[in-house]
């Protein structure tokens, strides 16, 4: 498995506290203390909730970050560290942890085949540049003259999403499934659009005057897969609270203003 930025040739703050545990940096909260808002590094954790395998978290701020991680990562985050290697962005970080972790879940061939298939179309036509049309939405201004052009490409965007689920549930909304079609198997995927969802769920409605897009209303199938996820002990071992998700968007809209001037 090729994973680039393997390995720290030098570690300033000592040895890794666990001997063989892993140590995951996030983004820190408003407090500086608690974990922040980033949907990667809560993808990243539901992934380790679902493989059960131990970790440890350390919030992070600008200036609290280890010397090591500066150097010679450009303090980039999500960071996960386990032994004497480091991992940073979330798709190479879950990557890492399929290859060394694999799901010990048994399913049968043809079960398999047709989780690949569905999974493999998810990626495909369903999520293509999905989390970017959310962050281009919730970032734009109310006033400013491309919000509605954002709207309508996030729209888009669920859409395909809502489209994928419908096919998959044979458009009966009585029914529900994850990304691969099944109500068992809670994919890498999963793991990742889930964390999204959920900041457009709380943001949207925070931001947007008129709510849009009202999941409930007008994506009946992504808003009950969302629902269902929410309930797993991935996502509530890993939840932070709504104000924390307000407190980053208001962040990231207020750069995007001085940029703007």
Avoid at 35 to 64: A, H, S, W
Avoid at 73 to 96: F, M, T, W
Avoid at 109 to 114: A, P, R, S, T, W
Avoid at 169 to 191: H, V
């Amino acid at each position: 498995m090729a994973i680039r930025k393997r390995g720290l040739e030098t570690r300033i703050e000592g040895p890794t506290p666990t001997e063989d545990g892993m140590i995951l940096y996030l983004k820190a909260g408003e407090d500086g203390i608690s974990v922040g808002d980033c949907p990667f590094g809560q993808n990243i954790r539901m992934v380790l909730e679902e493989k059960n395998i131990p970790y440890q978290v350390k919030p992070c701020t600008q200036d609290t970050k280890p010397n090591w991680l500066v150097d010679y990562y450009d303090g980039q985050l999500p960071a996960l560290r386990h032994k004497k290697e480091c991992y940073i962005e979330s798709n190479i970080i879950v990557s890492y942890l399929d290859y060394f972790f694999p799901s010990t879940k048994t399913e049968t061939i043809e079960n398999k085949k047709e989780s690949k298939s569905n999974l493999e179309d998810a990626e495909e036509n369903a999520l293509v540049g999905f989390f970017p049309s959310i962050a281009r939405y919730l970032k734009d201004d109310e006033t400013n003259e491309n919000n509605d052009e954002t709207l309508e490409v996030l729209k888009e965007n669920l859409d395909n999403l809502e489209n994928h689920f419908k096919d998959l549930c044979d458009d009966d909304q009585n029914k529900w499934c994850y990304l691969d079609g099944s109500q068992t198997n809670f994919s890498n995927i999963d793991c990742r659009i889930v964390p999204q969802l959920y900041h457009l769920s709380v943001a949207s409605k925070e931001f947007k005057e008129n709510g849009q897009p009202n999941l409930e209303e007008d994506y009946p199938f992504i808003y009950k897969y969302l629902q269902q996820s929410m309930t797993r002990d991935s996502f509530i071992n890993t939840k932070y609270a709504e104000e924390t998700i307000i407190w980053g968007w208001n962040n990231a809209r207020q750069q995007q203003q001085v940029q703007q001037e």
